[in-house]
Nanobody, 123 residues
Framework: QVQLVESGGGLVQAGGSLRLSCAGSGRTFSGYGMGWFRQAPEKEREFVAAIGRSIDSTIYADSVKGRFTISRDNAKNTMYLQMNSLKPEDTAVYSC????????????????WGQGTQVTVSS
């Protein structure tokens, strides 16, 4: 059974940092793209960042560029999101996902999803 489990969320003050992890099981994801999305209350799911099979292939939403860094450790079947200089508007449930395709910014392109982890940034 394929499973993605996020961890590392929590409450942090504005300007602080958090590191999210997404651990995969049931299948090796090293050959697929992986991404992070977030959803704030009463808002649509929003693309945050994605990474390809190669760690050099990454893409970020403009709102997080320069503050967030996505990475992966294929040996551990795990993806990470280092979030620095956090802002209150980053508050959301963050979910990781795996895609067999190439439309990394589109939620509909992803085949497997985790349950999400809450990130709350206080002002």
């Amino acid at each position: 059974q394929v499973q993605l489990v996020e961890s590392g969320g929590g409450l942090v003050q504005a300007g602080g940092s958090l590191r999210l992890s997404c651990a995969g099981s049931g299948r090796t994801f090293s050959g697929y793209g992986m991404g992070w999305f977030r959803q704030a209350p009463e808002k649509e799911r929003e693309f945050v960042a994605a990474i390809g099979r190669s760690i050099d292939s990454t893409i970020y939403a403009d709102s997080v560029k320069g503050r967030f860094t996505i990475s992966r450790d294929n040996a551990k079947n795990t993806m990470y999101l280092q979030m620095n200089s956090l802002k209150p508007e980053d508050t959301a449930v963050y979910s990781c996902a795996v895609t067999y395709g190439s439309r990394w910014t589109q939620p509909a392109a992803y085949n497997f999803w985790g349950q999400g982890t809450q990130v709350t940034v206080s002002s």
